[in-house]
């Protein structure tokens, strides 16, 4: 800015009455060597380069604030932590075929999701139980206890938790109605196989908001060759 610029700024708030503790994000069009450590002498909570997306903005102020309520000492917010951050999400993957497996693995460790693989559908119910997700991934057709019966078991046990777990259902050979039957067994979304990556990412998206709101944005624009196949 003109005249004074951000770092007198801040430097002068830190002199005043009432503003020594106020929680400070630095917004810049160009880094400059030194600034972090400066932002840090301050006591700069975040360091921000502009252009910057709504959402971004957003994310990055609930982190600061969450962050400094938590841990006064905590590390400088750059927009790299920040994206960190929001891939960290776990997800379970209840599927039987080990190659869609592996082509599901690879299709969400690649948009740094965390990915736990069970292989059907008492093995999920367990998982859930014994971790804690942000999603799952349930395929409908799966040896023993099915795709059904298992979510049906989570939401069972999830009425004495009081907690919610997204479920979308993933089922080969779609015909009307499947997404319906799904619902109303108690999932929160469908994808069909063969999973094509924009689906598949805006449905996680919408289960995972305000977390995973970004990769909504962004799915539209990725073409990715990955499909998970009809078994």
Known sequence: MPGMDGFALVEEMKKASGLQHATVMM??????IGDAARCRALGISAYLMKSIRQRELLAAICEVLKTKSETPDALLLTRYTLQEEKHRSKILLAEDNQVNQTLAVRLLEKRGYVVCVVGDGQAAV?????GQYDLVLMDIQMPGMDGFEATAAIRAREKISGRHI???????????????????????????????????????ARMMTPRAESDAGDAAAVVDPIVIRAN
Do not use: N, R, W
């Not at 367990?126 to 014994?130: C, L």
């Not at 009307?176 to 996680?204: H, N, R, W």
């Open 166 to 204: 997204p479920i979308v259902a993933m089922t080969a050979h779609a015909i009307k109605g499947d997404e319906e039957k799904c619902l109303a067994a108690g999932m929160d979304g469908y994808v069909s196989k063969p999973i094509q990556t924009v689906e598949l990412f805006s449905v996680i």
């Open 126 to 130: 367990d998982a859930v139980k014994d």
């Open 27 to 32: 917004l810049t069009s160009a880094g400059h």
